[in-house]
């Protein structure tokens, strides 16, 4: 979406990145943890590079 977490995860996971984009919104919504982890994936995805 905004950082490329969706897209990154969607290689590591072979998943396509709609999905993972659906699930983070819907974490959001129903748990309010989606933008947590969208932010801690984010970090993991820039330390891994």
Do not use: E, P, Q
């Amino acid at each position: 979406m905004i950082l490329g977490v969706s897209d990154w995860l969607s290689g590591k996971l072979g998943w396509k990145a709609t999905h993972i984009r659906i699930a983070f919104v819907v974490a959001v919504l129903f748990f309010g943890v989606g933008i947590g982890l969208y932010l801690i994936l984010w970090i993991v995805k820039m330390l891994s590079k």
